[in-house]
């Protein structure tokens, strides 16, 4: 006979929450997650996913029979536990990060004892002190998530790391989630609750800053006729660099980096250390997403009446969420200059509607190039490297695209009969992709 496994319970049912209540019923446990929001609770009790990451459907379906959504807590706190935060911590106003959600939960589960409440959500470093000290009946454990969107279910069963914070006194508690992740195989970190708070903030932080640092060396290049991709190649064999994040583009965007490098730089502030570095990654970042616009001025002059197609409006591809997508950003700017602008997302058009005042929406990327006088290129989904280039050109009223992740066969598109240009590179370079 199997020995039933420890029952989880998951709270908010978001990209991170569905993809660890997924991923824990795949290794065998039962799962009751809940989420405050009715429709969706229903949608996903009927086999219906909320969101789109590639093979997160396959497993909650494979899954049925040990996966219950609800949105009643008192259901969880009866079926589980071990009991997962994943609710969201967006910015506030002031750039903190808003903990309201993290509040909610922890008001409502008073003083419930014997649970053990496991924080997965992303959360300035005190954060947990605070909540033990409001809930001692509780254990408390942080375990900050490092998956990223589009290969979310292959991150968190294949963890590079897996880090568990736990304070004294709650030794037992992080043993217990160790032993949750221990058939993943990721390396453990055991550390204490501030550190693994600081763990996650500083990881991405770093990643953000190696996004702005390698798109300053581009800008660079630019000037002294280098190629990025070739300088992004050359400096990632060095072990000490790596190849990962090399990739210079229109800059980093999605519900994760923005928010926690700013999260960071305020909980610093608000100590009052002033973290110089990550100012200069911010406005590296806001900067680079206006370089196209810069790009798109030297090549048609004026913006005024022109047409400009976005080929992918999501902040990175197999993902739908628009979360702080550059395209929002680029949308505004091409249309504060001016230009008529249509948009064509392979996934992402739905949850853009109502983001994008005014910018029409087109069901293809040869529908949305269509007449236009340029394009650029925002999302690198697969579907553009495979587009008919030719037919393209022929569609556009001038063939000129900026391809804002250095994505594209150049010479394939110079071919094609475009005027080409990537970020850091010299025009109509051919071009070795790095690892991103
Ligand atoms: N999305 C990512 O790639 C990613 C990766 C690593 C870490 N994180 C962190 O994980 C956390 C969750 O991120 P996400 O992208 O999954 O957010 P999300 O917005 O997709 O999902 C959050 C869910 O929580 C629900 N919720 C809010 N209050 C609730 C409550 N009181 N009870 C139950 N449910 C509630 C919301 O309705 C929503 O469904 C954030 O702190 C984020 O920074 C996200």
């Not at 996913?49 to 494979?62: F, S």
């Not at 990721?186 to 609750?193: E, F, N």
């Not at 739908?320 to 700017?333: F, G």
Request: proline share 4%; glycine share 10%; aromatic share 6%.
């Amino acid at each position: 006979m199997t020995q039933s496994k420890e029952p989880v319970g998951v709270i908010g049912v978001g990209w991170v929450g569905l993809v660890t209540a997924a991923c824990f019923a795949e290794l065998g446990h039962p799962v009751v997650a809940r989420d405050i929001l009715p429709e969706k609770v229903a949608a996903l009790s009927r086999g219906e996913l909320t969101i789109h990451e590639p093979g997160l459907a396959e497993l909650v379906q494979r899954n049925a029979e040990r996966l219950r959504f609800t949105t009643e807590m008192d259901e969880l706190l009866g079926a589980a536990r071990l009991l997962f935060v994943c609710v969201d911590t967006p910015p506030t106003r002031s750039g903190d990060a808003d903990l309201s959600r993290v509040r909610a939960v922890v008001d409502e589960l008073g003083s419930e004892g014997g649970h053990v409440l496991i924080m997965k959500s992303t959360v300035p470093a005190g954060t947990g002190e605070t909540i033990r000290r409001d809930l001692p009946g509780l254990a408390y454990v942080s375990c900050p998530e490092f998956l990223k969107e589009g290969t979310a279910v292959e991150d968190f069963m294949h963890p590079d790391r897996v880090v568990i914070g736990a304070d004294a006194g709650d030794e037992e508690a992080g043993d217990a989630v160790a032993a949750l992740y221990e058939p993943l195989g990721g390396q453990l970190v055991r550390t204490d609750v501030a550190s693994a708070e600081m763990i996650k903030l500083a990881s991405n932080a770093f990643l953000a800053t190696k996004i702005s640092f390698v798109n300053e060396i581009a800008n660079v290049c630019e000037e002294v006729g280098a190629d990025v991709a070739e300088v992004a190649r050359g400096m990632g064999l060095d072990r000490r660099i790596g190849p990962s994040f090399l990739r210079a583009g229109i800059g980093y965007g999605g519900s994760c980096f923005p928010k926690d490098v700013s999260a960071l730089k305020m909980l610093a502030g608000n100590t009052g250390y002033h973290f110089q570095l990550l100012n200069a990654v911010i406005e590296v970042n806001e900067l680079q997403k206006r370089r196209v616009v810069q790009k798109l001025l030297a090549h048609l002059g004026s913006l005024v009446g022109k047409r400009v197609a976005l080929l992918g409006l999501a902040f990175k591809p197999d993902t739908d969420d628009m979360r702080e997508a550059s395209s929002l950003v680029l949308a505004a700017r091409l249309q504060g200059e001016g230009a008529e602008v249509v948009a064509y997302d392979p996934v992402a058009a739905e949850a853009a509607r109502g983001l994008l005042d005014g910018v029409e929406l087109s069901d293809s990327a040869l529908g949305a190039l269509a007449g236009t006088d340029a394009a650029v290129l925002v999302t690198e989904w697969d579907e553009f490297a495979e587009l008919n280039w030719t037919e393209a050109a022929s569609r556009m009223a001038r063939p000129l695209l900026i391809d804002g992740r250095n994505f594209l066969d150049s010479d394939k598109l110079v071919s094609a009969g475009f005027e080409y240009e990537g970020i850091g590179r010299a025009a109509g370079v051919g071009y070795e992709q790095t690892p991103s």
